[in-house]
Protein backbone atom coordinates (compact mmCIF):
# COMPACT_ATOMS: atom_id res chain seq x y z
CA UNK A 1 0.00 0.00 0.00
CA UNK A 2 2.98 2.08 0.46
CA UNK A 3 4.15 2.73 -3.17
CA UNK A 4 0.72 4.01 -3.74
CA UNK A 5 0.51 6.53 -1.36
CA UNK A 6 3.77 8.03 -2.87
CA UNK A 7 2.96 10.02 -6.05
CA UNK A 8 6.21 11.23 -7.44
CA UNK A 9 9.15 8.09 -7.34
CA UNK A 10 11.59 10.28 -7.84
CA UNK A 11 13.48 12.08 -5.41
CA UNK A 12 11.38 9.70 -2.26
CA UNK A 13 13.39 7.12 -0.16
CA UNK A 14 11.40 4.44 1.33
CA UNK A 15 12.91 3.15 4.94
CA UNK A 16 11.64 0.86 7.26
CA UNK A 17 12.65 0.32 10.96
CA UNK A 18 11.57 1.07 14.46
CA UNK A 19 13.59 4.63 14.53
CA UNK A 20 11.87 8.04 14.26
CA UNK A 21 12.33 8.43 10.32
CA UNK A 22 13.56 11.94 10.86
CA UNK A 23 16.71 10.31 12.23
CA UNK A 24 17.60 9.22 8.98
CA UNK A 25 17.08 12.88 7.60
CA UNK A 26 21.21 13.27 7.50
CA UNK A 27 22.26 10.66 5.12
CA UNK A 28 19.26 10.84 2.94
CA UNK A 29 20.16 14.47 2.93
CA UNK A 30 23.78 13.61 1.91
CA UNK A 31 22.66 10.62 -0.33
CA UNK A 32 20.65 13.89 -2.20
CA UNK A 33 23.83 16.19 -2.50
CA UNK A 34 22.05 18.49 0.00
CA UNK A 35 19.53 19.00 -2.05
CA UNK A 36 15.69 20.01 -1.12
CA UNK A 37 12.93 18.89 -1.99
CA UNK A 38 13.02 15.04 -1.25
CA UNK A 39 10.60 12.89 1.02
CA UNK A 40 11.32 9.88 3.13
CA UNK A 41 8.26 7.32 3.08
CA UNK A 42 8.53 4.99 6.28
CA UNK A 43 7.61 1.72 7.41
CA UNK A 44 7.37 0.73 11.43
CA UNK A 45 5.61 -1.31 14.15
CA UNK A 46 5.07 -0.71 17.61
CA UNK A 47 2.68 -1.95 20.19
CA UNK A 48 -0.54 -0.38 19.98
CA UNK A 49 -1.70 2.57 22.48
CA UNK A 50 -5.12 1.25 22.10
CA UNK A 51 -5.79 4.48 25.24
CA UNK A 52 -6.12 6.91 22.06
CA UNK A 53 -8.72 4.59 20.00
CA UNK A 54 -12.46 4.74 20.60
CA UNK A 55 -13.85 2.27 22.25
CA UNK A 56 -16.05 0.86 18.66
CA UNK A 57 -12.07 0.82 17.29
CA UNK A 58 -10.33 -1.04 20.09
CA UNK A 59 -11.93 -4.54 19.24
CA UNK A 60 -10.40 -4.50 16.43
CA UNK A 61 -6.57 -3.54 17.37
CA UNK A 62 -6.62 -5.28 20.27
CA UNK A 63 -4.98 -8.34 18.46
CA UNK A 64 -1.49 -7.12 18.40
CA UNK A 65 1.11 -4.18 16.97
CA UNK A 66 0.41 -1.63 14.31
CA UNK A 67 1.78 -0.98 10.71
CA UNK A 68 2.68 3.17 10.79
CA UNK A 69 3.38 4.92 7.09
CA UNK A 70 4.72 8.24 7.61
CA UNK A 71 5.79 10.64 4.65
CA UNK A 72 7.90 13.37 5.26
CA UNK A 73 8.25 15.79 2.98
CA UNK A 74 11.30 18.58 3.12
CA UNK A 75 11.12 21.68 0.78
CA UNK A 76 11.87 25.26 1.33
CA UNK A 77 10.34 27.70 3.65
CA UNK A 78 8.82 29.95 0.17
CA UNK A 79 7.03 26.83 -0.89
CA UNK A 80 6.14 25.03 2.01
CA UNK A 81 2.54 26.49 2.15
CA UNK A 82 1.81 25.77 -1.22
CA UNK A 83 3.51 22.25 -1.22
CA UNK A 84 0.62 21.57 1.88
CA UNK A 85 -1.86 22.30 0.59
CA UNK A 86 -1.35 20.39 -2.42
CA UNK A 87 0.00 17.54 -0.68
CA UNK A 88 -3.39 17.77 1.32
CA UNK A 89 -5.68 17.59 -1.31
CA UNK A 90 -3.64 15.35 -3.06
CA UNK A 91 -3.83 12.51 0.19
CA UNK A 92 -7.45 13.19 0.32
CA UNK A 93 -7.68 12.36 -3.28
CA UNK A 94 -6.03 9.40 -2.84
CA UNK A 95 -8.68 8.41 -0.27
CA UNK A 96 -11.58 9.25 -2.24
CA UNK A 97 -10.20 7.38 -4.91
CA UNK A 98 -9.63 3.87 -3.70
CA UNK A 99 -12.75 4.04 -1.74
CA UNK A 100 -16.59 2.36 -2.99
CA UNK A 101 -18.37 5.90 -1.13
CA UNK A 102 -16.36 8.76 -2.14
CA UNK A 103 -18.69 11.38 -0.10
CA UNK A 104 -17.56 9.45 3.89
CA UNK A 105 -14.78 11.42 4.05
CA UNK A 106 -14.25 14.83 5.17
CA UNK A 107 -11.54 16.83 6.22
CA UNK A 108 -10.76 18.67 9.78
CA UNK A 109 -8.57 21.30 10.74
CA UNK A 110 -6.07 20.53 13.67
CA UNK A 111 -5.61 22.60 16.28
CA UNK A 112 -2.15 24.82 16.16
CA UNK A 113 0.37 22.91 18.82
CA UNK A 114 4.12 23.85 19.85
CA UNK A 115 4.81 20.61 17.46
CA UNK A 116 2.50 21.61 14.53
CA UNK A 117 2.04 25.09 12.79
CA UNK A 118 -0.57 23.72 10.92
CA UNK A 119 -2.45 20.56 10.51
CA UNK A 120 -5.38 18.77 8.57
CA UNK A 121 -7.19 15.39 9.48
CA UNK A 122 -9.06 12.96 6.77
CA UNK A 123 -11.88 11.30 8.25
CA UNK A 124 -14.43 8.85 7.82
CA UNK A 125 -17.63 8.11 8.24
CA UNK A 126 -17.71 4.61 10.03
CA UNK A 127 -21.29 3.36 10.99
CA UNK A 128 -20.71 4.69 14.64
CA UNK A 129 -18.94 7.95 13.74
CA UNK A 130 -16.50 10.05 12.31
CA UNK A 131 -12.88 8.47 12.89
CA UNK A 132 -9.26 9.79 11.73
CA UNK A 133 -7.79 8.04 9.12
CA UNK A 134 -4.65 10.39 8.31
CA UNK A 135 -3.35 13.57 9.54
CA UNK A 136 -0.93 15.85 7.31
CA UNK A 137 0.69 18.46 9.69
CA UNK A 138 2.89 21.67 8.38
CA UNK A 139 5.71 20.93 11.10
CA UNK A 140 8.15 24.02 10.26
CA UNK A 141 11.74 23.59 10.62
CA UNK A 142 11.91 23.37 14.29
CA UNK A 143 12.32 19.58 14.37
CA UNK A 144 15.22 19.77 12.49
CA UNK A 145 16.96 22.86 14.62
CA UNK A 146 16.28 20.32 17.50
CA UNK A 147 17.77 17.59 15.65
CA UNK A 148 20.81 19.70 14.56
CA UNK A 149 21.50 20.89 17.98
CA UNK A 150 21.49 17.51 19.43
CA UNK A 151 23.97 16.08 16.41
CA UNK A 152 25.81 19.08 15.28
CA UNK A 153 25.60 18.00 11.66
CA UNK A 154 24.87 20.22 8.58
CA UNK A 155 21.16 20.28 7.94
CA UNK A 156 20.88 23.52 5.76
CA UNK A 157 20.73 23.90 2.53
CA UNK A 158 22.14 26.39 0.11
CA UNK A 159 18.67 29.10 -0.23
CA UNK A 160 20.59 31.25 -2.34
CA UNK A 161 21.42 34.49 -0.52
CA UNK A 162 22.37 32.39 2.38
CA UNK A 163 22.14 28.38 4.06
CA UNK A 164 18.56 27.76 5.64
CA UNK A 165 16.98 24.48 7.52
CA UNK A 166 13.94 22.82 5.08
CA UNK A 167 10.70 22.74 6.57
CA UNK A 168 8.99 19.28 7.26
CA UNK A 169 5.52 18.42 6.29
CA UNK A 170 4.29 14.91 7.47
CA UNK A 171 1.62 12.23 6.49
CA UNK A 172 0.74 9.57 9.13
CA UNK A 173 -1.61 6.80 9.12
CA UNK A 174 -1.60 3.08 9.81
CA UNK A 175 -2.23 -0.35 8.02
CA UNK A 176 -4.82 -1.42 10.20
CA UNK A 177 -6.96 1.91 10.02
CA UNK A 178 -6.63 1.65 6.49
CA UNK A 179 -7.59 -2.05 6.43
CA UNK A 180 -10.71 -1.59 8.67
CA UNK A 181 -11.42 1.83 6.50
CA UNK A 182 -11.97 -0.12 3.21
CA UNK A 183 -13.41 -2.91 4.33
CA UNK A 184 -16.05 -1.47 5.78
CA UNK A 185 -16.40 1.13 2.33
CA UNK A 186 -16.47 -2.19 0.46
CA UNK A 187 -19.34 -4.23 2.10
CA UNK A 188 -22.75 -4.08 0.56
CA UNK A 189 -25.71 -6.17 1.20
CA UNK A 190 -28.10 -6.27 -1.45
CA UNK A 191 -31.83 -7.60 -1.93
CA UNK A 192 -32.13 -10.33 -4.34
CA UNK A 193 -36.02 -9.95 -4.99
CA UNK A 194 -36.71 -13.58 -3.82
CA UNK A 195 -36.16 -12.40 0.06
CA UNK A 196 -32.49 -13.47 -0.25
CA UNK A 197 -29.82 -10.97 0.97
CA UNK A 198 -26.89 -10.45 -1.60
CA UNK A 199 -22.86 -9.73 -0.36
CA UNK A 200 -20.43 -7.82 -2.52
CA UNK A 201 -17.21 -7.16 -1.51
CA UNK A 202 -16.82 -3.09 -3.99
CA UNK A 203 -13.11 -3.42 -2.92
CA UNK A 204 -11.10 -1.52 -5.41
CA UNK A 205 -9.59 -3.43 -8.26
CA UNK A 206 -5.55 -1.86 -6.72
CA UNK A 207 -7.33 -3.72 -2.95
CA UNK A 208 -8.42 -6.79 -4.11
CA UNK A 209 -6.09 -9.77 -3.26
CA UNK A 210 -7.30 -11.27 -6.25
CA UNK A 211 -7.89 -8.55 -9.81
CA UNK A 212 -9.55 -11.69 -11.70
CA UNK A 213 -11.43 -14.82 -10.99
CA UNK A 214 -11.92 -17.74 -13.75
CA UNK A 215 -15.24 -19.58 -14.16
CA UNK A 216 -15.20 -22.82 -15.75
CA UNK A 217 -18.83 -24.37 -17.24
CA UNK A 218 -19.64 -26.30 -20.09
CA UNK A 219 -19.29 -29.76 -20.51
CA UNK A 220 -16.00 -30.06 -22.79
CA UNK A 221 -14.44 -29.67 -19.46
CA UNK A 222 -10.83 -31.04 -20.60
CA UNK A 223 -10.76 -28.67 -23.25
CA UNK A 224 -12.43 -26.11 -21.12
CA UNK A 225 -9.59 -26.67 -18.44
CA UNK A 226 -6.61 -26.26 -20.93
CA UNK A 227 -7.57 -23.03 -22.43
CA UNK A 228 -8.10 -21.65 -18.69
CA UNK A 229 -5.03 -22.59 -17.83
CA UNK A 230 -3.55 -20.69 -20.07
CA UNK A 231 -5.88 -17.76 -19.41
CA UNK A 232 -4.87 -18.01 -16.30
CA UNK A 233 -1.06 -18.18 -16.89
CA UNK A 234 -1.61 -14.64 -19.47
CA UNK A 235 -2.39 -12.69 -17.09
CA UNK A 236 -0.20 -13.49 -13.81
CA UNK A 237 2.93 -12.79 -16.85
CA UNK A 238 1.51 -9.61 -16.46
CA UNK A 239 1.35 -9.57 -12.86
CA UNK A 240 -2.52 -9.87 -11.95
CA UNK A 241 -3.26 -11.98 -9.18
CA UNK A 242 -5.91 -14.48 -10.54
CA UNK A 243 -8.48 -16.53 -8.74
CA UNK A 244 -9.13 -20.05 -10.19
CA UNK A 245 -10.63 -22.76 -8.23
CA UNK A 246 -11.67 -25.15 -10.48
CA UNK A 247 -14.73 -25.40 -9.79
CA UNK A 248 -17.58 -28.02 -11.67
CA UNK A 249 -19.79 -28.55 -8.66
CA UNK A 250 -21.43 -25.16 -8.26
CA UNK A 251 -23.19 -22.68 -11.33
CA UNK A 252 -21.96 -20.15 -12.75
CA UNK A 253 -24.46 -18.03 -10.62
CA UNK A 254 -23.04 -19.54 -7.64
CA UNK A 255 -19.54 -19.32 -9.01
CA UNK A 256 -19.90 -15.20 -9.94
CA UNK A 257 -21.74 -14.68 -6.73
CA UNK A 258 -18.46 -16.28 -4.64
CA UNK A 259 -16.31 -14.30 -6.48
CA UNK A 260 -18.27 -10.87 -5.49
CA UNK A 261 -18.23 -11.49 -1.90
CA UNK A 262 -14.65 -12.32 -2.05
CA UNK A 263 -14.17 -8.11 -3.86
CA UNK A 264 -12.73 -9.87 -7.10
CA UNK A 265 -13.35 -7.21 -9.39
CA UNK A 266 -13.78 -9.05 -12.78
CA UNK A 267 -15.09 -12.79 -13.50
CA UNK A 268 -13.81 -14.41 -17.07
CA UNK A 269 -16.03 -17.06 -17.62
CA UNK A 270 -14.57 -20.08 -20.24
CA UNK A 271 -17.08 -22.04 -21.58
CA UNK A 272 -17.93 -24.63 -24.43
CA UNK A 273 -18.37 -21.50 -26.52
CA UNK A 274 -15.01 -20.30 -25.82
CA UNK A 275 -13.43 -23.92 -27.23
CA UNK A 276 -15.53 -23.11 -31.18
CA UNK A 277 -14.84 -19.46 -31.56
CA UNK A 278 -11.72 -18.11 -29.02
CA UNK A 279 -13.94 -15.45 -26.68
CA UNK A 280 -15.05 -15.27 -23.73
CA UNK A 281 -17.66 -13.51 -21.39
CA UNK A 282 -15.90 -11.08 -18.64
CA UNK A 283 -18.09 -10.10 -15.99
CA UNK A 284 -17.82 -5.79 -14.11
CA UNK A 285 -18.48 -7.04 -10.31
CA UNK A 286 -20.07 -3.69 -10.01
CA UNK A 287 -21.64 -3.46 -13.33
CA UNK A 288 -22.51 -7.11 -13.55
CA UNK A 289 -22.05 -6.17 -17.12
CA UNK A 290 -21.03 -9.33 -19.45
CA UNK A 291 -18.62 -8.24 -22.35
CA UNK A 292 -17.36 -10.68 -25.29
CA UNK A 293 -13.85 -10.12 -26.14
CA UNK A 294 -11.01 -12.70 -27.77
CA UNK A 295 -8.52 -14.27 -25.67
CA UNK A 296 -5.79 -11.97 -27.05
CA UNK A 297 -7.58 -9.01 -25.87
CA UNK A 298 -7.29 -10.04 -22.29
CA UNK A 299 -4.29 -8.72 -21.61
CA UNK A 300 -4.91 -5.19 -22.67
CA UNK A 301 -8.63 -5.04 -20.82
CA UNK A 302 -7.58 -6.54 -17.42
CA UNK A 303 -4.48 -4.16 -17.05
CA UNK A 304 -6.78 -1.21 -18.08
CA UNK A 305 -9.26 -2.56 -15.45
CA UNK A 306 -7.09 -3.02 -12.43
CA UNK A 307 -4.29 -0.69 -12.93
CA UNK A 308 -3.29 1.77 -10.10
CA UNK A 309 -2.88 5.41 -11.98
CA UNK A 310 -1.09 7.71 -9.47
CA UNK A 311 -2.18 10.92 -8.42
CA UNK A 312 -0.03 14.26 -8.64
Known sequence: MLEKMVT???????????????????????????NIPFSIAHISTSANDLSSQSDNLKPLWNYGPETCFKFLHFCSPVSVNTTYDQLVNVRFSWWKKLSYN??????????????????????????????????ICNMGDKHLKSLHDQTQLNFKYNGGKKDVFPCQIQCEMTLEMATSLFLNDAYVEKGTGDDKVKHVLHLNPVLAPFQVGLCRDGNMKEEINEVTTY???????????????????????????????????????????????????????DTRIKETLAIGDLTVYVTKHVTHQPLG
Open 8 to 34: KVESSFLLHGPDDPLMCYPQVFELHNE
Open 231 to 285: IAGLLRAQGHQILDICDYKNNLNWQMERFDEMGVPLTIIVNDSTIETGTVKIRNR
Open 102 to 135: SSDFTLSNMDETSEVLSGRRIQYQFPWGLETVET
